[in-house]
Nanobody, 124 residues
Framework: QVQLVESGGGSVEAGGALRLSCKPSKNTYSYNCMGWFRKAPGKEREGVAAIYSNGGSTYYSDSVKDRFIISQDHVKNELSLQMSSLKPDDTAMYYC??????????????????WGHGTQVTVS
């Protein structure tokens, strides 16, 4: 069974930064696309950022563009999300996901078949 394990969440003041990490149990190259999603109480799951494993093209939601950076390290077999200028609205459970299909640019959760259990980010 494929596992994706997130880490790096926590509590931070507005304006601060956090770096999330995701380690999948299979090679990052086996995913055509990997992404980060978030779910806040009372809100729908939102696609935050995604990256093509081959080529490295990245995509962001308007709400995080210019503040978050998604990256992959194929040597470390890791997906990361560097978050800066955090706002209270960024408070959510953040999930790492991977898909062997395409459609990275859509940032839609239903395109992804493998998911982590999430890591909580709280901005006050």
């Amino acid at each position: 069974q494929v596992q994706l394990v997130e880490s790096g969440g926590g509590s931070v003041e507005a304006g601060g930064a956090l770096r999330l990490s995701c380690k999948p149990s299979k090679n990052t190259y086996s995913y055509n696309c990997m992404g980060w999603f978030r779910k806040a109480p009372g809100k729908e799951r939102e696609g935050v950022a995604a990256i093509y494993s081959n080529g490295g093209s990245t995509y962001y939601s308007d709400s995080v563009k210019d503040r978050f950076i998604i990256s992959q390290d194929h040597v470390k077999n890791e997906l990361s999300l560097q978050m800066s200028s955090l706002k209270p609205d960024d408070t959510a459970m953040y999930y790492c996901a991977g898909t062997s299909a395409g459609y990275c640019y859509r940032l839609k959760y239903y395109d992804y078949e493998d998911w982590g259990h999430g890591t909580q980010v709280t901005v006050s």
